[in-house]
């Protein structure tokens, strides 16, 4: 621990000695006697603390200024809001741009601020080691191209603005060529639909949705993966770094990876007759039911709603019976609502992508995201740095 003078601790409280008396008396700041017996010190850290409050009590708004500066972890964005179960890019109804406007458009509203603004042209790296990481699963591959491909790139160290959407384009087209690809990767020329090169590579006729789920999956706040990447880019490491940063943290079995979790639960209902069993069992042994719940979202997930309407629209009942069945038997017996991974997979299992296509599609919606908070955490240009408090010891 380290210790202080009266006059200091005095000093940084902007106090007068007898109130720090007053405080050491009543417990909120520690001291003992000196070496010499003749005075006493004062921990640094208690008056640190109370210093902080006291800043905080005069301009609450303080600590939302210098959140993640040295501070607490609380940042600003203007990227995405979620407010009375609604979220929202840049002030816009997600679902509403998911259903008028393309995947294109919204990642220029996140970059820009302007739906319409035009994006670069700059191609696709060429993929390293293609016939070593096609047979990965998709988010895996995505992450090995990535590395390549930024060992390879030196602009992608030029941080200005229009240079990060630059290279923030040769990302986006680099995993979507990769997503598309089978026994190589297909090049996705400038001005082509992401969402419709994917569809196309994944054999589908279902662009339409596929494009919705891209637009919904894009940016969802301060999520793990986002502020991974956030991190990340406040370290001034090249966008890639930052993409690479988001997909550790996406993989992850609480984020983007139980898609393969949700899976499980719905393969385990072999026929609709079959939902309230599987999840009475699931839920006998205490098992997670994932796919279903959102802390944020206490009346239900909208992103789930309107996928999970927009694949029943397009692709007939039938496709969706398994889906209802499990979606009626977990609000009857747990009263939860279906979130965005489940309404992913009941999207990829209706309109019969390939394996791993779930997960993909949130990978590759939420890229886009990754690459915004990089360019808004480029421009702060502060470092995120939180600082740690010691932990109390449990009696």
Not at 247 to 259: D, E, F, K, N
Not at 373 to 388: F, K, T, V
């Amino acid at each position: 621990m380290e210790w202080i003078s009266a006059d200091e601790a005095a000093g940084r409280l902007g106090i007068r000695k007898a109130s720090l008396y007053s405080y050491v008396s009543r417990g909120l700041v520690r001291s003992e006697a000196d070496s010499g017996g003749r005075a006493r010190r004062y921990s640094r850290e208690d008056v640190d603390a109370l210093a902080l409050k006291q800043r905080e009590r005069k301009d609450p708004s303080a600590a939302v200024r210098g959140a993640l500066h040295w501070g607490v972890p609380v940042l600003e964005s203007g990227l995405s809001v979620i407010a009375d179960g609604h979220l929202t890019y840049r002030g816009r109804d997600a679902l509403e741009l998911a259903r008028t406007r393309s995947f294109e458009q919204v990642v220029s509203l996140l970059w820009t601020g302007d739906l319409e603004g035009a994006l670069p042209d700059d191609p696709a790296p060429e993929p390293a080691c293609w016939d070593t990481v096609r047979e990965l699963s998709p988010v895996q591959r995505f992450t090995a191209l990535v590395a390549l491909a930024s060992a390879a790139d030196l602009a992608a160290w030029d941080l200005r603005e229009a240079a990060v959407k630059r290279t923030g384009m040769r990302i986006l087209r680099l995993l979507f060529g990769a997503a598309a690809g089978k026994r190589k990767p297909t090049r996705i020329a400038a001005g082509t639909s992401l969402a419709g090169a994917l569809a196309s590579g994944w054999g589908s006729s279902a662009a339409a949705l596929i494009e919705r789920a891209l637009i919904l999956c894009a940016d969802h706040e301060l999520n793990v993966s986002a502020f991974t990447a956030r991190c990340v880019a406040s370290a001034q490491a090249s966008p890639y770094g930052a993409v690479l940063a988001g997909l550790a943290a996406l993989q992850g079995t609480r984020h983007g990876g139980s898609c393969e979790r949700v899976e499980a639960l719905y393969d385990a209902v072999e026929r609709p007759s079959d939902a309230r069993a599987v999840v009475s069992a699931r839920m006998r042994h205490g098992e997670p039911l994932v796919g279903f719940g959102h802390p944020l979202y206490p009346d239900g997930d909208p992103r789930a709603r309107f996928l999970l309407a927009s694949v029943a629209a397009e692709m007939g009942g039938k496709a969706m019976k398994r889906t209802r069945a499990l979606v009626d038997a977990v609000g009857e017996l747990a009263g939860e609502a279906p979130n965005v991974d489940l309404a992913l997979v009941a999207l990829a299992r209706a309109c019969e992508l390939p394996p791993g296509a779930s997960v993909a599609l949130f990978a590759l919606g939420r890229t886009a995201g990754w690459l915004a908070h990089a360019m808004e955490q480029y421009r702060d240009g502060r470092l995120i740095r939180p600082r740690a408090r010691p932990r109390k010891r449990e009696d």
